[in-house]
């Protein structure tokens, strides 16, 4: 399945070029279908249900479907799952479980919302092509880093191979009186793990990637500039870049005239940032888009056309440079970094690399375990980690006859 994850600075138009991407698929006769969250989509877009979040998706055009989805709702289905579970213990404590009609839900659920729906889509045959209506872009960044660090977390604080102590639980604790975690808390781990291992599986999924919707300005591209590093950072390939509400060149009125020369002017200076990836001109319709028939104006050309992702493979590459600089270095992309907001910290076996407020934990490949972190530059849009073998770890070579 292909899956365009749809996101960029916020007021960029985002929900509205989601749809188009979505209208696209579905011109080009794949079976697509359209995932949003917004409150105002899809029906301002798609001219469906107003008001209405769709348990099950909806028909918007032929070969089109769109979901809105409902945080508050599965929300309370998680809490009162969590709460029956928890039965025994609450009762205990002589806590009153809560009424599903006085359930609200915390900051937070839209995003676990969004995951869960991805993941239950992305799972579905029905579909050749899954848009989503993601947040805005520093929060996407943030959700779709969220399954590998919450399973870094829950190996760190649960470690899988004291689970095998389980069964041992009651002699351990009499004979040592060594307090073993519940039986509950690992099953409660071991599923998280599974839900967390699916969506990881569909953020990495070759055919998964992002498309940055923007506008046209310095100050837009500057942000997309810090974001299109931080994507990079997380492993996210970033498929194309959509600026939208482009104004008419030539106007003789001269304010629109200046208007659109400023949007020029950027518009040049995005395409020399991003050399490696298709920016795509979306015209100013003069009004917002209502319905089907004027997304249709929308993905004339190549502007909606839904291209094959980059290339799926780590990112992450380490480079053998033992015979002649007596080093290996790791090579992390970072289009768009400043050396000013790059910082680099090595934990034992993990690096922990920061740019700008995104952080990622790696774990070292095992060769680069036996080194010490010697360097590290910013070139060409990468960070350079330089490693130098470990005398007392690395294998020394045999002594020639």
Known sequence: MRTVLVTGPGGAGRTTLAAATALAGARQGARTLLLTTQSSAPEAVLGTRPGVAEPAPIASAPGLYARRIDPADRFRQEFLAFQERAGAALDLLGAAPLDEDELTELPGSESFALLHALRAEHASDAWDLLVVDMPPAAETIRLLALPAQVRRYLRRLLPPERQAARALRPVLAQLAGVPMPAQKLYEAAERWESELAAVQRVVDAPGTSVRLVTDAG?????????????????????????????????????????????????????????????????????????????????????????????????????????????????????????????????????????VGRFRRIRTLPSALRRCTVSGAALRDGALEIRFTPDPGLWPRTAPSD
């Open 218 to 354: 310095p100050v837009a591209n500057a942000t997309l500039r810090t974001l299109r590093a931080g994507l990079a950072l997380h492993g996210r390939r970033t498929d194309g870049v959509l600026v939208n509400r482009l104004l008419p060149t030539g106007s003789a009125d001269p304010f629109l005239a200046g208007l659109s020369g400023s949007q020029q002017t950027a518009l040049k200076a995005l395409r020399e940032d991003f050399p490696d990836v298709p920016v795509h001109e979306v015209p100013h319709l003069g009004r917002d888009p209502q319905g089907v028939a004027e997304l249709d104006e929308l993905i004339d050309g190549p502007t909606g056309a839904v291209h094959p992702p980059p290339p799926a493979a780590d990112p992450w590459t380490v480079e053998d440079r033992l015979a002649i600089e007596g080093i290996l270095v790791w090579r992390v992309p970072l289009p768009g970094a400043e050396r000013d907001g790059l910082g680099l910290v090595r934990r034992g076996d993990e690096i922990v690399v920061t």
